[in-house]
């Protein structure tokens, strides 16, 4: 009998849920896109109790805190999600992207040996049942710009954004050669000097 429970994180509650043998097989963010009806998410469990999935989700948790404090790059989880072969598959290679990184569907398609199921590929990234720690959110549309996502657009940008950190945001220009940027301005002490 499936069990869950509901956690806090910063892109609001998480419900696990874990098989009958006690195995992650459910992460989903309210509101999701696919997410399964409650009902299908058996008895919720307290993460201290005994309950066989406790064990499951204390470990769940504790990996998510670490990875939003910035402190995990990979899982380590057991993970049970269920769904057809060729979904697995592509599941499988979303947990090789590196974190911070992205691929295209085309990309994945092609390391499955089918270039052209770039679009199946995206239909199995869209059923992804544990997102987060099977890191649906690292897929990009072809041209380079976010297409679906389960949990919603803002929380895929969010999430890439998160992960590729404080150097997404830094501007990317050199100083003039010979120059020092000033501690207050950012003006140069070169042009400093050349207006003084």
């Known amino acids: 009998m499936k069990r869950h429970t509901v956690i806090d994180s910063p892109y609001g509650p998480l419900t696990l849920v874990a098989d009958d ?8 963010m309210t509101g999701q896109r696919h997410r399964p009806p409650e009902e299908t998410f058996g008895d919720r469990v307290d993460p201290g109790s005994a309950a066989p999935a406790a064990r499951a989700f204390a470990d769940a948790e504790e990996q998510l805190e670490a990875y939003f404090a910035g402190g995990l790059k990979e899982f380590t989880l057991e993970l049970s999600p269920h769904g057809t072969p060729f979904q697995r598959r592509v599941w499988d290679l979303l947990t090789d992207i590196p974190y911070g990184e992205t691929r295209t569907y085309g ?3 092609g390391v499955l040996g089918s270039p052209k199921a770039s679009r199946a590929v995206g239909l199995a990234n869209g059923r992804n049942p544990i ?5 649906c959110h690292r897929v990009i549309g072809a041209s380079g710009g976010l297409t679906g996502y389960g949990g919603g657009l803002d929380r895929k940008q969010r999430l890439l954004d998160f992960e590729r950190g404080p150097a997404l ?3 990317q220009q050199s100083p003039p050669a010979g120059s020092v940027r000033g501690p207050r301005t950012g003006a140069t002490r ?4 050349a207006r003084g």
């Open 190 to 193: 070169a042009t400093e000097a």
């Open 131 to 135: 997102g987060i720690v099977i890191p």
């Open 107 to 109: 990309e994945l398609a």
């Open 21 to 28: 043998d006690g195995v992650l097989c459910g992460l989903y």
């Open 169 to 171: 945001f830094e501007v």
